[in-house]
């Protein structure tokens, strides 16, 4: 069965502090697809990334990079030097490959992410 | 490009009333999602639709919730009666079509607060 751990309910730092979320997935699928979303207070899912399962190439936006590492089935994300504007609650999902069309996304129970001037 | 429509944002009801949500998705997604978020967990699939067929409804509570996608493009989720339960955030997300084993990204709307008092 698929399911998504985000063990790091809350996470407070001071800004320009460097901070990582965790992510652990389980699934017998060999194709599947991970995502990061953000959540601010205006409550609206923000995309942030999509990495599937072959493409195991760490990736880095601006601030942002994440770590996809299958022998640990982890998917870490860490903000370097973090703003006051990163302050939201994150998710975590997993999908398989949409066969017959279905392809939801199974979510963590997010991270709430604080952070103060 | 324009994101994806809810309304209403917020909505306050009794339990055994009626309620309804109206989801617009972006221009020329094929896909369309419902999800239920309770307050402190990732949020869950209820319902999803390839332009007006029902792809996903395994975790629709059919006893009580209903969806339809008139014409593939805008939907509406009903819930009659509502329960205390029921309060959550309903977030409508949409997609291009997935392929046969490409998972395409689902962007979401800003969701409606439900409270069923």
């Known amino acids: 069965a698929q399911k998504v751990t985000q063990a790091q309910t809350e996470i407070s730092v001071v800004e320009k502090e460097d901070v990582t979320l965790d992510c652990v997935y389980e699934?017998?699928?060999?194709?599947?697809?991970l995502f990061w979303y953000k959540q601010p207070p205006s409550g609206e899912l923000v995309f942030l990334i999509r990495r599937n399962s072959f493409d195991e190439q760490n990736e880095i936006s601006g601030r942002y990079s994440w770590n996809f590492q299958k022998s640990t089935s982890s998917f870490n994300f860490t903000i370097t030097a973090s703003q006051v504007v990163d302050s939201a609650v994150y998710f975590c999902a997993l999908s398989e490959a949409p066969v017959y069309n279905t392809d939801k996304l199974i979510f963590g129970t997010g991270t709430r992410l604080q952070v103060f001037p | 490009e324009a994101g994806v429509a809810q309304s209403p944002r917020y909505k306050i009801i009794e339990k055994r009333q009626s309620v309804a949500f109206w989801c617009n998705p972006i221009s020329g997604h094929a896909t369309l999602y419902w999800y239920q978020q309770i307050l402190g967990q990732g949020p869950k699939l209820l319902i999803q639709f390839q332009n007006n067929g029902v792809v996903d409804d395994s975790q629709l509570p059919k006893d009580r919730f209903s969806a339809e996608r008139l014409k593939g493009v805008d939907s509406t989720l009903k819930i009659q009666p509502a329960k205390l339960e029921d309060s959550a955030v309903y977030l409508c997300?949409?997609?291009?079509?997935?392929?046969?084993?490409?998972?395409?990204?689902?962007?979401f709307g800003p969701g409606t607060r439900l409270l069923v008092l």
């Open positions: 997300a949409s997609s291009l079509a997935p392929g046969s084993t490409y998972q395409e990204t689902q962007y």
């Open positions: 699934t017998r699928d060999t194709t599947y697809y």
